[in-house]
């Protein structure tokens, strides 16, 4: 009985991977449009020969939560995808009631670009042009200044509240719907600072409407090359950089997930993609399936370890 069940699974996952695609497929970004993962997927989605149109999706809400809850929920047939950011394993750390577990509710697809860490971007104004300054005018002031944030566990969240905790400061988080709302009232001096992708705070740092004080990441880029890490600015240990991924909903065929793959990987080899990643402050990646699943699950325990640090 066993193996006729395991052998008619066998030829149900056969047809539907024999079938995909067989529709339109809707790649759903849970953040608002003209955030990172939203341009990323529209550099990748034009290069990838799926069969079908890549219908982009933007579902934004409660820090990305609303999104990937949605695509948890759908068909296991391949035609609704997941792509975003780290904050798919940061989020429900920092959450209560999450309605979908990051690694066992998906079918790890592929990890396809990383950045160099969030840029510490502060307004025009501050009175404060270092990462030490900084604290030092926070311990002056507890509770005075402050940080936006494009949702808790976001990649504009996590690194400020990491910096707090290993600072010993007391800086309050003003919520945003999304990053763009953030960075312009970061330019309009009503937001003391926000943690954001290297190369918008790159963009507005040379047009002198912003201030950069370092990067979250272990190693400089060069876009930003005078801008120190935090590492240098003497946070030892400090190193958070954003990543970029593709999910499915849990059950979906391996055979679906290993074209997805194949084919993201020839959009990051094509020079265009290439040459786009190299002025927006991205490595590709393209990491396969298999690999990608275990560092998810590595990724989601360590989240788990620094939100319970963080909260202490």
């Known amino acids: 009985m066993i ?3 395991l052998l008619f699974f066998l030829l149900v996952s056969a047809a539907h991977a024999q079938r995909f695609p067989a529709k339109p497929i809707h ?28 219908v982009i999706e933007n579902r934004a809400g409660a820090g990305g939560i609303v999104g990937t809850a949605y695509v ?58 270092t990462v030490q300054q900084l604290v030092e005018e926070a311990k002056r002031h507890p509770g005075k200044l402050n940080y936006a944030s494009a949702g808790i566990g976001t990649a504009s969240h996590i690194p400020a ?6 600072a010993g400061i007391d800086i309050v988080m003003v919520p945003y719907k999304g990053v763009a709302e953030a960075v312009t009232d970061v330019l309009a001096s009503r937001m003391d600072m926000f943690f954001v992708g290297t190369q918008l705070a790159a963009q507005h740092a040379k047009s002198g409407k912003a201030r950069v004080l370092a990067l979250t990441g272990a190693k400089r880029w ?17 190193n958070l950089i954003n ?13 679906i997930a290993n074209r997805i793959h194949a084919e993201v990987v020839k959009a990051l080899a094509d020079p265009d993609v290439r040459q786009q990643f190299d002025q927006q402050g991205l490595e590709g990646v393209g990491m396969p399936p298999a690999e990608f699943a275990k560092f998810v699950a590595r990724e989601s325990v ?9 909260r202490r």
């Open 3 to 5: 193996r006729i069940f």
């Open 27 to 54: 790649v759903v970004v849970p953040s608002p449009p003209g955030g990172p993962p939203d341009l990323i997927i529209r550099m990748l989605a034009p290069k990838m020969q799926m069969g079908q149109p890549l």
């Open 72 to 129: 948890a929920k759908q068909p296991a047939d391949g035609h609704v995808w997941l792509f975003t950011t780290a904050s798919h394993v940061n989020t429900p750390p920092f959450n209560e009631n999450v309605p979908f577990d990051p690694v066992k509710d998906f079918v790890h697809v592929t990890l396809a670009a990383q950045n160099f860490g969030q840029a510490l971007m502060v307004r025009p104004d501050a009175p404060f042009s």
């Open 161 to 166: 509240e990491l910096m707090k905790s290993m």
């Open 222 to 238: 060069k876009g930003l090359a005078d801008v120190p890490t935090m590492q240098e600015a003497g946070f030892k240990d400090y």
């Open 243 to 255: 990543w970029f991924g593709l999910w499915l909903p849990a059950g979906a065929p391996a055979e």
């Open 302 to 310: 360590f989240i788990n370890e620094l939100a319970r640090k963080i």
